[in-house]
């Protein structure tokens, strides 16, 4: 961050990045194309099924391709995200297209992993990247979240806007040290939502009268939920931020103990102005009254 | 010489149960000294003592789990962290269940990740199974003696292709690689108790066998029905002339060789992280570097030169190197082998240089 985008009596008291492991979602895609491209070498090149391998150029490919769609469909399911069967599919439409247009065909066998095994590395760096492209910043005043590779996102959270704090750690967090703080503000940023849906048809009747209805029930559960970019995303050490952003909520935000003694205050303040208005009418009726009195004499 | 009858009735049955807890035992043995080496580590390996930790605690709560899931007694609560493990059942059952339980909890995490092996061996070792066949052993007289030969021998049989296996291993074969892996991967998880994060109290095998003395003190009942299904077992087995009764126990005999095995592989690394420790700088990572890297050179090599032994010559290669790259390390970067002549020695040189 840099001097000019710091507020007026603003100071900086820590400065975070995730951890290297708290993507592991991400990069357990890649390290399972890793596995994958190894595993598919020792396979086709040195196991004692090479034989059957080696009929066809084609089965490495359906072989490889299989499991990877597979992998993709049961990942996609687990993460409720299609967007990891459609990203394995890339790689897998990605390859054919390459061996096709180089004419490699014929060595499927050695390109297959080789492919493989240079996408996950190159998936590996992706997240890397952008793990570096997230930096918080915990000041006295607030806390400014910046991420994105291309798009830069920033959000800024004052304390005093804060009404939840959600703090998550998982297994690995917890091996390591790390984890992820959610601050909820009163807009409710910071909240996601779980959705189920259940739905059921059922169609009556063979030749002439058909009926068919269509049963669906949804339902929505809050939950705390924000990008990576916009909550402190698997900060190291986790229990010490915390505590330190529970500090500085807690100094910024006003107990109900506190609002009470503040009306007290205000309520005093008010009656000593009425009392100083009072005393200042009763000393200027006096000085009328002395001047009509030296008047009249 | 023939065998007295009282021999085959009260003490024949006893000999498996005895060759089982000796075996488990020295396993409490290698345990305790795997607890010592993570103390050590911890203070500069505070993820990886977390890790382990979390292995053994998930072990220990997927046993009472168990226990709860055959006693029928249900599952409420199903808890666990890095330090801490907790499973409540739906239905507090008292008696016989909540003692099997325990049972489970107990001694389950010294049996279990053994078990997940043994599971895999059966699919990548080529021999060491075949000796429990009843059909083959039934020559054998049921006396005491007699038991704990065929105890013995199946065992025997077992570790001798076990170990072959082992001397055999073909890192470069994912299956191989992946069971040494796992085998690693659990052996730092086979021990019941959770090592502190401070030195709060001592856990250590006395700790456990506190808790499990005193699951038997508490109800003996229950241990004496279970000394009686043995003896049941073992007439049946006797009675049918088999030999079902030893290999039941042969089966635990297996599990806790695993575990040995298991455990001092995971010593051995303990022990090599500990060592490297003591290394400053990039120089610790050599040691590392050198296992991948020696395995790599002899696999090459004795693929350019072939031998009958090129697996167990390259594991060979890989221990040596790795030792000896660690001594040489050790020497050179530390004072750890500095002898009291070399110390007088380079007190004189300096002696020298000053006042020269």
Same mark, same amino acid.
């Given at each position: 961050?840099?001097?000019?985008?710091?507020?007026?009596?603003?100071?900086?008291?820590?400065?975070?990045?995730?951890?290297?492991?708290?993507?592991?979602?991400?990069?357990?895609?890649?390290?399972?194309?890793? *596995?994958? #491209?190894? @595993? !598919?070498?020792?396979?086709?090149?040195? +196991?004692?099924?090479?034989? &059957?391998?080696? =009929?066809?150029?084609?089965?490495?490919?359906?072989?490889?391709?299989?499991?990877?769609?597979?992998?993709?469909?049961?990942?996609?399911?687990?993460?409720?995200?299609?967007?990891?069967?459609?990203?394995?599919?890339?790689?897998?439409?990605?390859?054919?297209?390459?061996?096709?247009?180089?004419?490699?065909?014929?060595?499927?066998?050695?390109?297959?992993?080789?492919?493989?095994?240079?996408?996950? *590395?190159? #998936?590996? @760096? !992706?997240?890397?990247?952008?793990?570096? +492209?997230?930096?918080?910043? &915990?000041?006295? =005043?607030?806390?400014?979240?910046?991420?994105?590779?291309?798009?830069?996102?920033?959000?800024?959270?004052?304390?005093?806007?804060?009404?939840?704090?959600?703090?998550?750690?998982?297994?690995?967090?917890?091996?390591?040290?790390?984890?992820?703080?959610?601050?909820?503000?009163?807009?409710?940023?910071?909240?996601?939502?779980?959705?189920?849906?259940?739905?059921?048809?059922?169609?009556?009747?063979?030749?002439?009268?058909? @009926?068919?209805?269509?049963?669906?029930?949804?339902?929505?559960?809050?939950?705390?939920?924000?990008?990576?970019?916009?909550?402190?995303?698997?900060?190291?050490?986790?229990?010490?931020?915390?505590?330190?952003?529970?500090?500085?909520?807690?100094?910024?935000?006003?107990?109900?103990?506190?609002?009470?003694?503040?009306?007290?205050?205000?309520?005093?303040?008010?009656?000593?102005?009425?009392?100083?208005?009072?005393?200042?009418?009763?000393?200027?009726?006096?000085?009328?009254?002395?001047?009509?009195?030296?008047?009249?004499? | 010489?023939?065998?007295?009858?009282?021999?085959?009735?009260?003490?024949?049955?006893?000999?498996?149960?005895?060759?089982?807890?000796?075996?488990?035992?020295?396993?409490?043995?290698?345990?305790?000294?795997?607890?010592?080496?993570?103390?050590?580590?911890?203070?500069?390996?505070?993820?990886?003592?977390?890790?382990?930790?979390?292995?053994?605690?998930?072990?220990?709560?997927?046993?009472?789990?168990?226990?709860?899931?055959?006693?029928?007694?249900?599952?409420?609560?199903?808890?666990?962290?890095?330090?801490?493990?907790?499973?409540?059942?739906?239905?507090?059952?008292?008696?016989?269940?909540?003692?099997?339980?325990?049972?489970?909890?107990?001694?389950?995490?010294?049996?279990?990740?053994?078990?997940?092996?043994?599971?895999?061996?059966?699919?990548?070792?080529?021999?060491?199974?075949?000796?429990?066949?009843?059909?083959?052993?039934?020559?054998?007289?049921?006396?005491?003696?007699?038991?704990?030969?065929?105890?013995?021998?199946?065992?025997?049989?077992?570790?001798?292709?076990?170990?072959?296996?082992?001397?055999?291993?073909?890192?470069?074969?994912?299956?191989?690689?992946?069971?040494?892996?796992?085998?690693?991967?659990?052996?730092?998880?086979?021990?019941?108790?959770?090592?502190?994060?401070?030195?709060?109290?001592?856990?250590?095998?006395?700790?456990?066998?506190?808790?499990?003395?005193?699951?038997?003190?508490?109800?003996?009942?229950?241990?004496?029905?279970?000394?009686?299904?043995?003896?049941?077992?073992?007439?049946?087995?006797?009675?049918?002339?088999?030999?079902?009764?030893?290999?039941?126990?042969?089966?635990?005999?297996?599990?806790?060789?695993?575990?040995?095995?298991?455990?001092?592989?995971?010593?051995?690394?303990?022990?090599?992280?500990?060592?490297?420790?003591?290394?400053?700088?990039?120089?610790?990572?050599?040691?590392?570097?050198?296992?991948?890297?020696?395995?790599?050179?002899?696999?090459?090599?004795?693929?350019?030169?072939?031998?009958?032994?090129?697996?167990?010559?390259?594991?060979?290669?890989?221990?040596?190197?790795?030792?000896?790259?660690?001594?040489?390390?050790?020497?050179?970067?530390?004072?750890?082998?500095?002898?009291?002549?070399?110390?007088?020695?380079?007190?004189?040189?300096?002696?020298?240089?000053?006042?020269?």
């Amino acid at each position: 961050m840099d001097e000019d985008e710091l507020l007026n009596g603003e100071k900086i008291e820590k400065v975070l990045s995730p951890h290297p492991l708290s993507f592991m979602r991400y990069q357990s895609l890649s390290l399972f194309l890793i *596995i994958w #491209g190894i @595993l !598919l070498l020792w396979l086709v090149n040195f +196991s004692e099924w090479n034989n &059957i391998f080696s =009929q066809s150029e084609w089965f490495p490919i359906i072989v490889w391709g299989l499991v990877l769609l597979v992998a993709g469909v049961i990942a996609s399911i687990v993460t409720i995200r299609w967007s990891i069967f459609f990203l394995y599919l890339l790689i897998f439409a990605g390859g054919i297209a390459l061996m096709i247009s180089q004419g490699w065909l014929d060595a499927s066998d050695i390109f297959i992993p080789s492919y493989t095994v240079s996408i996950s *590395i190159i #998936g590996f @760096l !992706l997240v890397e990247a952008y793990r570096q +492209s997230h930096k918080y910043y &915990i000041s006295n =005043q607030r806390i400014t979240f910046k991420g994105g590779i291309f798009t830069k996102q920033e959000r800024t959270l004052r304390y005093d806007k804060i009404t939840d704090i959600n703090a998550k750690q998982g297994i690995i967090g917890q091996i390591f040290g790390f984890g992820t703080i959610i601050p909820i503000s009163q807009s409710g940023f910071g909240l996601g939502s779980d959705k189920s849906f259940a739905g059921g048809g059922v169609s009556l009747g063979e030749k002439k009268v058909k @009926l068919f209805g269509l049963f669906g029930g949804g339902k929505d559960v809050q939950t705390p939920r924000a990008r990576s970019y916009y909550e402190l995303h698997g900060v190291y050490p986790y229990k010490e931020i915390k505590k330190l952003v529970e500090q500085m909520v807690q100094g910024n935000v006003i107990t109900p103990y506190q609002q009470e003694q503040v009306a007290f205050q205000k309520e005093q303040v008010d009656i000593q102005k009425q009392m100083r208005d009072l005393l200042k009418m009763q000393s200027g009726s006096k000085i009328d009254q002395k001047g009509e009195e030296e008047n009249s004499e | 010489m023939e065998a007295s009858s009282i021999d085959i009735v009260v003490f024949a049955p006893l000999a498996p149960i005895l060759g089982v807890l000796l075996f488990w035992f020295i396993q409490l043995v290698f345990i305790e000294s795997e607890k010592y080496l993570l103390s050590k580590i911890r203070s500069k390996h505070e993820p990886f003592c977390r890790f382990t930790n979390f292995l053994g605690i998930l072990f220990q709560t997927i046993c009472h789990a168990l226990g709860f899931t055959i006693t029928k007694s249900g599952i409420s609560n199903f808890y666990i962290d890095i330090d801490y493990g907790k499973v409540a059942p739906k239905k507090e059952r008292k008696g016989i269940f909540e003692w099997v339980s325990n049972v489970f909890l107990f001694i389950g995490p010294f049996f279990i990740p053994a078990f997940l092996l043994l599971i895999c061996l059966f699919f990548l070792m080529t021999s060491g199974f075949e000796i429990i066949n009843p059909s083959q052993l039934q020559e054998l007289r049921y006396t005491f003696g007699e038991q704990i030969t065929s105890f013995g021998a199946n065992l025997f049989s077992f570790t001798n292709g076990f170990f072959n296996f082992l001397f055999n291993i073909d890192l470069l074969h994912p299956a191989h690689f992946g069971f040494l892996f796992l085998m690693i991967f659990l052996g730092m998880g086979i021990r019941p108790s959770y090592i502190g994060k401070e030195k709060k109290e001592k856990v250590d095998m006395l700790y456990d066998l506190k808790n499990i003395k005193n699951l038997f003190i508490n109800k003996p009942i229950y241990l004496i029905i279970l000394f009686v299904f043995a003896y049941i077992f073992f007439y049946i087995s006797l009675w049918l002339g088999t030999n079902w009764y030893v290999a039941f126990f042969v089966i635990l005999g297996w599990l806790s060789i695993i575990s040995l095995v298991s455990i001092i592989i995971a010593d051995i690394i303990l022990v090599l992280i500990k060592t490297t420790d003591e290394i400053s700088g990039k120089w610790k990572v050599f040691p590392y570097l050198t296992i991948p890297t020696s395995y790599l050179v002899g696999r090459i090599f004795f693929f350019y030169i072939p031998t009958d032994f090129t697996r167990p010559m390259s594991i060979l290669i890989l221990i040596l190197s790795t030792i000896t790259v660690t001594y040489i390390l050790i020497k050179r970067k530390t004072d750890k082998f500095k002898t009291k002549s070399d110390i007088k020695k380079l007190k004189k040189k300096r002696k020298g240089v000053k006042d020269g």
